[in-house]
């Protein structure tokens, strides 16, 4: 089996190869006369096992099911580092996040612990906000700290989420700015779920934007620990074997659906890109399974870095797929950028692949041999 996606080989042999990109924003468009919105939808620290449409028995998810149902199941798709803040550098900028030094959790400076993005990378909101695409990130952004680091900074026109790495699900009595939920830097106080929260601003976000393209950039913190759950959900899997997985998988799972079924009424669901994926493998201490992989969170065998993944689009690509093939994270952006009809000239580098042609049957093979 290859093992492209190991941080010490695959990652060293391609940034010996590749420069690094520039932070002005070089592309060109041949835009699509009805550029389709695009959609990133991160769960965390999820398990390879812990779907239905990877197999599992015990969690319930027919939302995603369906996504999958009507998209392509890729089953050997890869992150970039096996834990989550390197893994998001990676995946919003399309390149190895060694390039500009972004390598594991905790290292760096400032308050979210880690060392953020380097001020001279593109991110994807960078590129779709210059192509008139409407941007926002939710949930869990975990990519630096300081000013230079706010979503706002980076291409998101709007923020609504928190900074840190990781929060309760409830709301926090005196919040730090790390664990606020924030909106554009404003704090937001909130009653209830998180999970739901995100999810409501989800649908609204749609919502407001239905006639115009828009790029979501949707990171639940779902299921990372705390392992925390709404009582009425905790009661629907009081006999489960992992009751609190069971309880916050299913709350994850209602509130895509929520989303889906925005975008399906407001008539955009078939011109609209989705991506479903984890940031890495299923953790040890949060009753996650990886299945047949072995390893988890945090070490490099697979169960740390292959993923669950999804992609989704109903007007272009012919659903109740299967694609065996070695696809990565990095990707993302590629397939992205292609779907859009953007252009990308030199000064932009990307370490991906674009994936289109093998979901349309006009390649066959492996996406990175």
């Not at 599992?56 to 970039?80: M, Q, R, S, W, Y």
């Not at 409407?134 to 923020?159: M, Q, S, V, Y």
Request: charged share 20%; net charge negative; glycine share 10%.
């Amino acid at each position: 089996m290859k093992y492209i996606f190991h941080l010490s080989i695959f990652s060293l042999l391609f940034l010996a190869c590749k420069g690094e990109a520039s932070q002005q924003v070089q592309t060109e468009s041949n835009p699509e006369q009805n550029p389709p919105n695009i959609i990133v939808i991160v769960a965390d620290d999820a398990g390879y096992a812990d779907f239905g449409f990877m197999g599992c028995k015990d969690l319930e998810t027919p939302n995603i099911d369906n996504l999958a149902n009507n998209g392509t199941i890729f089953t050997d798709a890869h992150v970039t580092a096996s834990v989550c803040a390197p893994s998001r550098a990676g995946l919003l900028t399309g390149k190895y996040q060694q390039r500009f030094g972004f390598e594991a959790n905790g290292t760096g400076y400032g308050g979210s612990g880690d060392i953020g993005l380097s001020d001279d990378v593109v991110t994807m909101a960078d590129v779709f906000k210059a192509h008139k695409y409407k941007t926002i990130a939710l949930g869990k952004w975990h990519l630096g700290g300081t000013e230079t680091d706010h979503p706002n900074e980076r291409g998101f026109d709007e923020f609504y989420g928190f900074i840190g790495g990781g929060r309760s699900y409830f709301p926090i009595k005196n919040p730090s700015y790390e664990h606020m939920l924030q909106q554009n830097g404003k704090q937001v106080v909130f009653d209830g779920y998180l999970t739901d929260v995100l999810g409501d601003r989800s649908v609204a976000f749609v919502e407001e934007n239905k006639n115009q393209p828009f790029f979501m950039y949707l990171a639940y913190n779902a299921v990372h620990t705390p392992l925390e759950a709404k009582e009425s959900d905790l009661e629907k899997y009081k006999d489960a074997p992992r009751q609190y997985l069971a309880a916050m998988t299913w709350s994850l799972d209602e509130n895509i659906g929520k989303l889906l079924k925005k975008l399906e009424q407001s008539g955009i669901l078939d011109n609209t890109l989705i991506f479903f994926m984890s940031d890495n493998g299923g953790a040890h201490n949060n009753q996650s399974s990886n299945g047949i992989l072995k390893g988890w969170k945090g070490n490099e065998f697979e169960g740390g870095h292959r993923v669950p993944f999804i992609v989704s689009w109903p007007s272009k690509i012919k659903g109740n797929q299967t694609f065996n093939g070695l696809a990565s994270s990095l990707d993302i952006f590629t397939t992205s950028l292609a779907a859009a009809g953007i252009k990308k000239d030199g000064t932009l580098e990307l370490d991906g692949v674009n994936l289109l042609p093998y979901l349309t049957h006009e390649k066959t093979g492996n996406p990175h041999d």
